[in-house]
């Protein structure tokens, strides 16, 4: 076959499949179907949740004027029907978010008359909607769905899909995180992870230690009140996304001594920064001192009660034992206290401060190093980030624990612009630049054969470190990359008959999706010329 001939099928075909992330079911028919002013209603009981999402997918529906750049020399379709109405309904009116929580949905777009969205909770039915959203295109002076009639059969294939976003290293305006969370939820991600402070700032506001964000936030135009949180975590719920907070202990706690300077080891050891942390400025807590552990607790005590997710990370990655084993007090207490050393006090302050968090009912979650980098030895309730490499999702997973991979290697969206030391002419250390095809080729699940153990795979999470990032680059560090990481968290790597899908496969539909994000008000970044989208298949290599 002629290769024109194989891109006039593809551009043929490719709005069949247009919704991304790709569905687990996907039929469709011949027909097109007109979609005047769609209407959305709600058949029995609602939700508040449930009003929510059709008012925004209405408003998104009726407002959007989009064709695929597949498309675009299409021209206005003949339609066989009129869709009437989409009736929703839901089996339960429970708005719990969590990791239980089930997202699936069951969509049919006839021919003619009133569609179908069907789910067992809200959330089903905020999924199902963005899908809906995804199939309605321009037509002419109205609109229509192609390919009627349409059934759908959704579910996630990893019930934990997220974004780690650093709001301390650079600040990012109440504003722009809402914007991520609507960018998040036209890909059906649904776990924002705030790594919301670090050693360069405290944003955010503490009412059990006030001198946190007054000493610690850059400013007082840049910091998180309790109001800008709860309005961050609503937001997000609305459409499905559970809000993780990340207290980073003890390592990365510089900004605490700013405040707190007496807890402290290694506070802003200047030039040779690099023998006491990972990146300036040092600072850790000091473990020798109960009131390092008294100091965590009451930030646990606070912040467990402001974020209501059941699950709260407490960081514990990159800790430096030089900033201990050099520091005069605790050489001190080692001294007066035989048989401990640096390790053994760092067990004990994982024990403490895990042990009150479960006081608390939540869920631990903790960068790897907690437990593969020491000797603690946590429930195997705590949920294990991973990100060194492939071999953590294996080694946490045969431990009995349950994880999530950031792996840096595809997953860390700030690599690949150089360093970021003022006096280094080179790379950072995660370079290169991570492309959405090595996003997208990532397999979490890569070598693990025990099904028991492919269970505690929980999903994913890109992450966005913020040493060279803000908000005036966050949508295109972010998109269409995480958007790629979102379909194979969503979708599986695999379709129902087994087959891997590939990057080739799958450009034209992230072409729709990112030109779609486009009209929505986000700037995602361009994945090729504008002639490839138009003519898919085509900037393939031979």
């Known amino acids: 076959m002629k290769l024109s001939a194989v891109?006039?099928?593809?551009?043929?075909?490719?709005?069949?499949?247009?919704?991304?992330?790709?569905?687990?079911?996907?039929?469709?028919?011949?027909?097109?179907?007109?979609?005047?002013?769609?209407?959305?209603?709600?058949?029995?009981?609602?939700?508040?949740?449930?009003?929510?999402?059709?008012?925004?997918?209405?408003?998104?529906?009726?407002?959007?004027?989009?064709?695929?750049?597949?498309?675009?020399?299409?021209?206005?379709?003949?339609?066989?029907?009129?869709?009437?109405n989409?009736?929703?309904?839901?089996?339960?009116?429970?708005?719990?978010?969590?990791?239980?929580?089930?997202e699936s949905y069951t969509l049919d777009v006839p021919v003619n008359g009133q569609a179908t969205l069907k789910a067992k909770t809200p959330y089903g039915v905020v999924r199902g909607l963005e899908s809906f959203s995804q199939l309605v295109t321009a037509n002419g002076y109205t609109k229509a769905i192609l390919n009627t009639p349409v059934h759908i059969e959704d579910a996630p294939f990893y019930v934990h899909r997220g974004i780690s976003f650093d709001t301390a290293r650079n600040f990012y305006?109440?504003?722009?995180?809402?914007?991520?969370?609507?960018?998040?939820?036209?890909?059906?991600?649904?776990?924002?992870?705030?790594?919301?402070?670090?050693?360069?700032?405290?944003?955010?506001?503490?009412?059990?230690?006030?001198?946190?964000?007054?000493?610690?936030?850059?400013?007082?135009?840049?910091?998180?009140?309790?109001?800008?949180?709860?309005?961050?975590?609503?937001?997000?719920?609305?459409?499905?996304?559970?809000?993780?907070?990340?207290f980073d202990v003890p390592g990365h706690t510089y900004i605490v001594g700013l405040s707190k300077p007496e807890i402290m080891s290694c506070m802003n050891k200047q030039p040779n920064w690099d023998h006491f942390a990972a990146e300036p400025p040092s600072g850790q807590l000091n473990i020798a001192k109960p009131e390092s552990v008294e100091f965590t607790k009451n930030i646990i005590s606070e912040y467990t009660k402001l974020f209501t997710d059941n699950v709260f990370h407490l960081g514990g990655d990159e800790v430096n034992r030089n900033c201990w084993t050099e520091d005069p007090y605790v050489q001190q207490y080692l001294a007066a206290h035989p048989g401990q050393?640096?390790?053994?006090?760092?067990?004990?302050?994982?024990?403490?401060?895990?042990?009150?968090?479960?006081?608390?009912g939540k869920t631990a979650y903790t960068w790897e190093e907690t437990v593969f980098h020491s000797n603690y030895v946590p429930n195997n309730s705590t949920i294990l980030q991973v990100w060194i490499d492939q071999a953590s999702v294996q080694k946490?997973?045969?431990?009995?624990y349950r994880v999530v991979s950031s792996s840096y290697d595809s997953y860390y969206l700030d690599c690949g612009h150089g360093a970021w030391l003022s006096n280094f002419d080179g790379n950072s250390w995660c370079d290169p630049f991570k492309s959405w095809m090595h996003v997208y080729n990532y397999d979490v699940?890569?070598?693990?054969?025990?099904?028991?153990?492919?269970?505690?795979?929980?999903?994913?999470e890109v992450a966005l470190w913020s040493e060279q990032s803000d908000e005036t680059v966050v949508d295109s560090r972010l998109w269409p990359r995480a958007a790629a990481m979102a379909e194979t968290s969503w979708s599986g790597k695999a379709d129902a008959s087994g087959h891997v899908r590939t990057t080739g496969e799958v450009a034209s539909r992230l072409h729709e999706q990112r030109y779609r994000m486009l009209g929505r008000g986000i700037n995602a970044e361009p994945m090729q010329p504008l002639w490839c989208a138009r003519n898919p298949g085509a900037c393939n290599l031979p």
Request: hydrophobic fraction near 40%.
């Open 445 to 460: 699940a890569a070598n693990i054969t025990d099904p028991a153990q492919k269970k505690l795979i929980l999903g994913t």
């Open 86 to 102: 989409l009736l929703v309904s839901i089996q339960s009116t429970d708005e719990t978010l969590g990791l239980a929580t089930d």
């Open 396 to 400: 946490a997973v045969a431990q009995g």
């Open 341 to 360: 050393d640096v390790e053994s006090l760092l067990v004990d302050y994982y024990t403490k401060v895990h042990n009150y968090l479960e006081t608390t």
């Open 7 to 84: 891109i006039g099928l593809l551009a043929a075909s490719q709005s069949a499949l247009a919704i991304w992330p790709i569905p687990r079911t996907f039929q469709q028919g011949s027909s097109n179907t007109q979609a005047v002013w769609v209407s959305i209603n709600v058949a029995g009981k609602s939700s508040p949740i449930v009003n929510s999402a059709i008012d925004r997918y209405k408003d998104i529906i009726n407002k959007e004027s989009f064709v695929a750049p597949a498309d675009y020399k299409r021209g206005t379709v003949k339609t066989s029907g009129i869709l009437s």
């Open 173 to 246: 305006s109440v504003n722009s995180i809402l914007r991520t969370l609507d960018a998040m939820s036209y890909n059906k991600l649904n776990v924002f992870h705030w790594h919301i402070v670090d050693s360069h700032s405290w944003p955010v506001e503490s009412k059990t230690y006030p001198d946190l964000q007054g000493k610690g936030a850059y400013s007082t135009s840049m910091q998180y009140s309790y109001q800008d949180v709860q309005r961050v975590i609503q937001y997000a719920k609305e459409r499905g996304i559970r809000v993780i907070p990340e």
